[in-house]
């Protein structure tokens, strides 16, 4: 009897410790079934979702799925498909596939660019009507014509589309949906995270973000946070390989903070942020404790932080055409490396002569490292206004200011001790600007699209002979091995001062691009060639350019 019990403890044990097998519930939008196949799949997400149990997976075929659960009875528009610990939602199949590497990618796409979209739509019946405004008089203020406080048509629309109030513990990965039309307002639930509302391991990947808003409408201690993504991560949680575009927070009674995410201990990385706003802080994210790296900002708006407010960590970010009132493109509390913040604008004119924002570009109470900061236009510190942080090795140049009694690139406040916390920088108003490669020959802020164009294809690389080359203070920066062009941070005999380092072993005097012999080959961010004539799709590439097969140049464009 001993044996057979302590066989049965055993027995017992085994089972208890081994897993069962997940499962895949499939969805199409014409599904009658158990879910069990795609031949035999659901028509519900809902009942996907009812089903599935941690550890499974939730496949949703190409077409629109529209959310009908409450999560108050009371509260009409609180529809939302309920996010479950442990069940993974992956979209982008057409219904054939027997693995997730099957679902296709449209060609020369991004990540998040599927052949079959999968849509979980917050909208009504009601069109919405996303317009920008500005205001000539007033131009910081880049924000979004609304009605009552609102996005016309969006009034009726779901509160979320995927929400939990638990913690989730079991990991949950979304991937491959295009997420649009939510308007989280109902502030007795949640009047943030329209589109994914969440807290604990979850991952993000694939997903786009489109007409995403978020609304404190009554007076009390409630923030509007993260108009399209609310995540206070734990473990492991990201966000990877997403786009955003036209989002929109607000809160008139307290803050409106991340203008499309609003993160706490999360890693952003590789995504696309166009026309988001925040009024408060952080047009596009608001980022607390995590990083964001290798990601695309173009026309946001808050008053703080137009398109980043930080307390973690930013690297190799761009930031462009972006507005603020106190820094215009970034509000960095955190440590910023690599990060080129370009064409922002941070200024209130109607405060007269003497008043006005600050930080065109940047507001720094941070470490600000390695940083390109050009073409920006605010009242103090046209390109970056430091109170009490450190700028080290970055290159600001050719960025305006009104107050003209200061530096129009560089201005501080009595926090900062210049000898010591502005560190091989090149800031001053009257550098030679043969010591750059191809810089832009104009200052400020433009909203000349030909000017804009000159912007982005600027190169503030050092020309041999450069006053700047070998140059630098001796540093130590942890993680702070290459340039802003991703060359090794030092080449000669010691550090350079800026941005970028000299690289003699590549130098090659620059060939003008209509020169016999020419030509330009351009790549996606992951290394896949995609020709030599202009991209027509949106998005960054990397560009290469050469002459008879000797390499000239290369570097990270955007096309819009």
Request: aromatic share 10%.
């Amino acid at each position: 009897m001993k044996h057979l019990n302590l066989f049965a403890v055993g027995f017992a044990a085994f089972f208890a410790a081994t897993p069962l097998q997940s499962k895949v519930y499939y969805v199409t939008t014409n599904g009658t079934n158990d879910g069990t196949s795609w031949k035999k799949a659901m028509g519900s997400l809902d009942d996907a979702l009812a089903k599935a149990t941690s550890g499974d997976e939730i496949w949703i075929a190409a077409g629109t799925y529209k959310p009908t659960q409450l999560i108050k009875t009371s509260k009409k528009n609180s529809r939302h498909f309920p996010l479950k610990n442990g069940v993974s939602i992956y979209g982008g199949f057409a219904g054939t596939e027997k693995n997730k590497e099957e679902r296709m990618k449209v060609e020369d796409g991004e990540a998040y660019d599927y052949v079959n979209t999968t849509i979980l739509s917050a909208d009504d019946d009601v069109p919405d009507e996303w317009i920008r405004e500005t205001n000539a008089e007033n131009p910081y203020m880049f924000g979004w014509k609304v009605d009552n406080n609102i996005i016309p048509g969006t009034a009726n629309n779901a509160n979320h589309i995927l929400y939990t109030k638990e913690e989730i513990t079991a990991p949950v990965t979304i991937d491959g949906l295009t997420l649009k039309g939510a308007n989280a307002m109902v502030y007795n639930v949640q009047c943030s995270g329209g589109a994914i509302y969440a807290v604990g391991d979850v991952t993000i990947t694939n997903c786009r973000f489109i007409e995403n808003s978020c609304y404190f409408t009554a007076e009390g201690n409630k923030y509007a946070n993260g108009a399209a993504i609310y995540l206070i991560g734990k473990n492991n949680a990201k966000i990877s390989g997403c786009y955003f575009e036209r989002t929109y927070g607000h809160s008139p009674n307290t803050q409106a903070q991340g203008g499309a995410v609003y993160a706490e201990n999360v890693d952003i990385n590789d995504c696309f942020f166009l026309d988001c706003v925040a009024l408060d802080a952080g047009g596009a994210i608001y980022n607390v404790g995590g990083t964001i790296t290798d990601c695309l900002f173009e026309g946001c708006y808050a008053r703080e932080g137009g398109a980043i407010y930080s307390t973690g960590l930013l690297r190799d970010n761009e930031i462009i055409s972006s507005r603020g009132l106190i820094g215009g493109g970034i509000y960095n509390l955190g440590t910023a490396i690599n990060n080129v913040v370009t064409n922002c604008f941070a200024d209130y004119t109607l405060l007269g002569d003497d008043k006005g924002g600050a930080g065109g570009g940047v507001y720094n109470k941070g470490t600000f490292v390695g940083g390109l900061v050009y073409n920006c236009t605010s009242f103090n510190g046209g390109g970056i206004y430091t109170d009490g942080g450190k700028i080290i090795n970055s290159t600001i140049q050719n960025n305006k200011t009104r107050k003209t009694t200061t530096n129009a690139n560089l201005d501080y406040s009595s926090n900062c001790n210049v000898a010591t916390d502005i560190v091989n920088t090149i800031n001053s108003n009257t550098v030679d600007k043969a010591n750059f490669v191809a810089p832009t020959n104009f200052d400020g802020f433009t909203t000349n699209k030909d000017s804009i164009a000159d912007i982005l294809f600027a190169s503030w690389e050092l020309q041999m002979g450069s006053e700047f080359v070998d140059k630098g203070m001796p540093i130590s920066i942890e993680n702070y091995t290459e340039d802003i062009y991703g060359n090794n941070r030092i080449m000669g005999k010691s550090i350079d001062v800026g941005a970028a380092e000299f690289n003699p072993a590549t130098f090659i005097t620059p060939i003008k691009p209509e020169s016999e012999g020419v030509k330009q080959n351009y790549y996606t961010l992951d290394g896949r060639y995609i020709g030599n004539t202009r991209p027509a799709l949106p998005g960054i590439y990397v560009v290469q350019t050469v002459n008879k097969g000797k390499l000239l140049t290369v570097k990270k464009i955007f096309i819009k």
